[in-house]
């Protein structure tokens, strides 16, 4: 432990994710990232008087997921609200989000600790909201406003402070990020700060069963940075109540360049945000038929799709856990190994290396995701055909793979118009083996007289002179056959 043992964090996160919705929450305005600052807005997200909101049935679908996928129970009926607040990035003077009855309750998300152990963290509520625009401090003496950002879709995931540890906070991080990309409502990415996470963190002696006084910090947008910050404010809080003061309520910044969290301006910290439903918006209903559309149509979720390849395939844990970290993964696993001629436990661990391997190896150094990459599952699929029947060794279906990124041919064809056709003929490798063997007298000597590693050394010149086409069961054969004789 990073701290005073005789302590325990308590944390509970809010976290913001961006929807992946085409227009904004209450307008038809595009939510495209990186378009011209102020482009894409209109009198509704501006605010401008005489207007109304209408909201976005995606939006509410994509919160309707999220809630199902955690277990959440889904309001039918839940109301917006009007959360006032003054700062320049937000024209209309209040955002859009819900308060009093939010769409989804309840719910909790299992995570898995690093010994192995699963662990149950409560979701208070997950409520529907709009974002705010982007105020810009880098351009010279003046602040820029860009509103493109204003009533982009949101939802905002509220945990119970069940965390315990930074690393706990960390995972169910990790986990909620895994979930939205699955559930394809947010793109996840925490740099972009379209998943956003502000930490409340109090300490305790162990054994208390009342919690501390929190704070809260903001910024944590990077993985990295969730852990080393909570860290920090964990033994803050520590060193405060060992020398005897007391932990103050208030909100921290993150400055990932000094490692240290800061307190927020006393005046942006003080909010009363007088809450009251919107007047403008009318209840959002939410009946059983919508809920079970939703439901019939949510992916298979990654501890479901872990658990069938643990149980129906017999996948390693830790290959199962590998290829279900992200979804593109899985599917391309999922479609090499429906593709594949031979489906037995060997060659879906087989197919397993290959993704875990060279795929996801290519997909890193290209930056792309898996199902970009220019090998296509079925291909991928085919070109390991080759290697369960024979065609080619292991070692020459790298070499095909590699190929295969620049090369669209079919595998069998790649194979055969580069002559990369496994030999496996018993006479042609004997020829090969007995002119080995022949020219290196003294080492057949130190084998025969004991010397088991000289082996090794006549399965690479075997292969070397064969150019890693030989059939390396066939090679092994021969050789134990000569040399015992
Ligand atoms: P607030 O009224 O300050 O918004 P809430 O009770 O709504 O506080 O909780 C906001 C977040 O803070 C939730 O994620 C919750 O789990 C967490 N939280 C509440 N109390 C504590 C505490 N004592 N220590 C750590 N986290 C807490
Ligand atoms: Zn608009
Ligand atoms: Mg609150």
Same mark, same amino acid.
């Given at each position: 432990m990073p701290w005073d043992e005789r302590y325990e964090a308590v944390i509970g996160l809010e976290i913001h994710a961006q929807l992946l919705t085409e227009t904004k929450a209450f307008c038809g305005c595009s939510t495209k990232f990186g378009d011209s600052p102020n482009a894409n807005v209109c009198p509704v997200c501006l605010g401008l008087p005489g207007v109304l909101p209408v909201p976005n049935r995606t939006m509410v679908e994509f919160a309707i997921r999220m809630g199902l996928a955690t277990d959440c129970t889904i309001a039918p009926r839940s109301l917006f609200a009007r959360k006032n607040y003054f700062y320049p990035d937000l024209p209309k003077g209040y955002q859009i989000s819900q308060y009093e009855e939010p769409i989804c309750t309840g719910g909790a998300i299992t995570i898995r600790l690093p010994n192995g152990a699963q662990k149950r963290i409560g979701i208070t509520r997950i409520h529907m909201e709009e974002d705010a625009g982007k105020s810009i401090h880098d351009r010279g003496n003046d602040t820029l406003v860009d509103l493109n950002r204003c009533g982009v879709p949101l939802i905002e995931i509220v945990s119970e402070p069940d965390m315990r540890s930074p690393r706990e906070a960390y995972l169910f991080m990790t986990a909620i990020r895994q979930r939205v990309t699955y559930l394809g409502i947010c793109d996840g990415n925490l740099e972009e700060g379209s998943l956003r996470c502000d930490a409340n963190v109090s300490v305790r002696r162990v054994g208390d069963t009342a919690f501390g006084t929190k704070t809260e910090v903001k910024n944590l947008n990077s993985f990295r940075f969730v852990e080393k910050a909570l860290e920090y404010e964990v033994n803050r809080q520590i060193g405060l109540l060992e020398s005897g003061r007391r932990v103050v309520q208030e909100t921290l910044l993150w400055d990932a360049d000094r490692e240290v969290c800061v307190p927020m301006r006393s005046k942006e910290e003080a909010h009363d945000y007088r809450y009251f439903p919107d007047p403008d918006l009318a209840p959002v209903l939410v009946d059983a038929d919508w809920i079970a559309r939703v439901k019939s149509e949510l992916p298979e979720m990654p501890e479901r799709r872990r658990d069938r390849y643990v149980r129906d395939f017999q996948l390693p844990e830790y290959d199962a856990e590998v290829l279900t970290t992200e979804r593109p993964v899985a599917e391309y696993f999922d479609a090499v190994v429906g593709a594949m001629k031979s489906r037995t436990t060997e060659t879906r661990k087989l197919a397993s290396n290959w993704v875990m391997g060279d795929?996801?190896? @290519?997909? =890193?150094e290209q930056h792309v995701t898996v199902s970009d990459i220019p090998v296509a599952p079925e291909r991928l699929a085919a070109m390991i055909d080759l290697v369960i029947d024979g065609t080619i060794s292991g070692k020459i279906a790298k070499e095909v793979f590699d190929i295969m990124m620049t090369d669209p041919d079919a595998p069998a064809s790649i194979v055969r118009k580069r002559g990369l056709v496994q030999v496996s003929d018993t006479s042609a490798i004997e020829q090969v083996i007995d002119a080995i063997l022949r020219s290196h007298a003294p080492q057949v000597e130190q084998y025969r007289a004991?010397?088991?590693?000289?082996?090794?050394?006549?399965?690479?010149?075997?292969?070397?002179?064969?150019?890693?086409?030989?059939?390396?069961? @066939?090679? =092994?054969?021969?050789?134990?056959?000569k040399l015992a004789s």
């Open positions: 795929v996801l190896r @290519v997909a =890193n004991g010397k088991q590693q000289v082996f090794g050394f006549f399965v690479g010149e075997t292969m070397k002179a064969m150019k890693g086409k030989a059939n390396p069961a @066939v090679v =092994n054969e021969i050789l134990r056959r």
